[in-house]
């Protein structure tokens, strides 16, 4: 393995402290920043397209059935498969900064539900706890502890 130097190609300024990496099927999107106001990613998800040593964002989609998912810094990430046999992965996002600098205490659920050659599309659903709720925060982090029935 070796580590080496990339220079992204466009927008730049769109790498800001606080963003989250997320692995799809070997496919790396970069989430947490502000978006292309009136463009086509208003999200601040972007698929990272790395070819000969430029990086390049390109913008992502979301299904129609989606809610709102805010571009938000400092959120905890984990990966989680709905089942054991399963090989669809899903990212729990908790927590983060939101635009407006207000902490989040919202959990989304982020899967693929679209791959194409070019496009991926996903889908964002909130959901709604029961239970002990975790408070808002920022800079934390979350695991999925998988238990086999016992």
């Not at 913008?59 to 669809?88: H, M, W």
């Amino acid at each position: 393995m070796s580590l080496q130097m990339v220079t992204v190609s466009n927008n730049i300024a769109l790498i800001q402290p606080g963003f989250s990496l997320m692995n799809f099927d070997g496919q790396v999107f970069f989430f947490g920043q502000k978006g292309w106001p009136k463009r086509s990613c208003p999200t601040g998800v972007f698929h990272l397209d790395v070819n000969h040593n430029h990086v390049k964002l390109k913008p992502t989609i979301f299904s129609k059935d989606s809610c709102y998912l805010p571009p938000l810094r400092y959120p905890a990430t984990c990966t989680f498969k709905g089942s054991l046999e399963s090989e669809k992965h899903q990212y729990i996002i908790h927590g983060g900064k939101t635009p407006n600098n207000e902490v989040s205490d919202k959990i989304y659920i982020m899967s693929v539900v679209c791959k194409s050659n070019k496009k991926v599309t996903f889908r964002c659903t909130e959901k709604d706890l029961v239970g002990d709720v975790p408070e808002a925060r920022y800079g934390h982090s979350i695991n999925v502890v998988y238990s086999r029935g016992k």
